[in-house]
Structure formats: C-alpha cells, structure tokens
C-alpha cells in the first residue's frame, strides 16, 4: 500500500505550480523557531526531525525543494543523549545548511559520551 502522496503530481500539488523560491518560502513558515533534532539513544522514546522528514517524504519535488533550501537547515537544537549514529546525521544536517550562518542550542545531559564528537563536528 502506498501513501496517498504518493500520486501527487504538479496537477494536483499546488505548491508544484509555484516558483521554488515561494515554495521555499512557505517551507521556512512552517518551522519551529528553533528546530530539534531529537535522537535519543537506540530503545529510547523520543522524536527526531520530525518537521522536516515529512517534506521529504511527500514526493520528488518536495525532496530536491528542500534538499536545495539551506536556510531549512540552518537552525538546530540538540538533545543529549544522542543516538550512536547522530554525529554522522549532524554532519549531513550541517552540510545541507551550506554556507548560512547557523544557529545551535545544545541542552540535556552534557556527560553522554557523543558530546566530545558533537562539539568536533560543529567546531570544524
């Protein structure tokens, strides 16, 4: 079975009849201040990307919209304890913001062993 957005086309996707740069537009109204990227450690309860996944799952010209909009990854709020795979997903997160100034908020427990290569990945 497959999602119901997986048929949208630029017929029925309005936001596919706009010029990318409005569709980018809409895309950065919709965040949260400040996003959170939230991987909690494997077996953890808790959320990740959640605002932005959807984006990227809803069809091939939401993806590369996205994809090629750094502003939308510009701005992160980290959760510690971190998943064991989070540095390599924060090094994807920040490569995607290109060369935007960013924004990082750091809180939770600051004596989870990913912090050290956290702040090596952000202080590059």
């Known amino acids: 079975m497959t999602s119901g957005y997986a048929g949208l086309s630029?017929?029925?996707d309005p936001?596919?009849?706009?010029p990318p740069e409005i569709s980018s537009d809409i895309f950065?109204?919709?965040l949260p201040p400040v996003p959170a990227l939230d991987l909690p450690p494997s077996g953890a309860?808790?959320?990740t990307d959640t605002y932005l996944i959807p984006l990227l799952t809803?069809?091939?010209a939401w993806t590369t919209m996205a994809l090629s909009t750094p502003d939308l990854w510009a701005a992160i709020d980290i959760i510690f304890p971190c998943a064991e795979r989070f540095p390599e997903i924060l090094e994807t997160w920040l490569q995607r913001?290109?060369?935007r100034p960013l924004s990082i908020s750091l809180r939770g427990?600051?004596?989870d062993p990913s912090v050290s290569a956290i702040y090596a990945i952000i202080w590059k």
């Open 97 to 99: 913001a290109r060369n």
């Open 58 to 60: 809803v069809c091939n």
């Open 15 to 18: 936001v596919a009849c706009l």
């Open 109 to 111: 427990n600051f004596d």
């Open 28 to 30: 950065l109204h919709c």
């Open 45 to 47: 309860r808790g959320g």
């Open 10 to 12: 630029a017929l029925s």
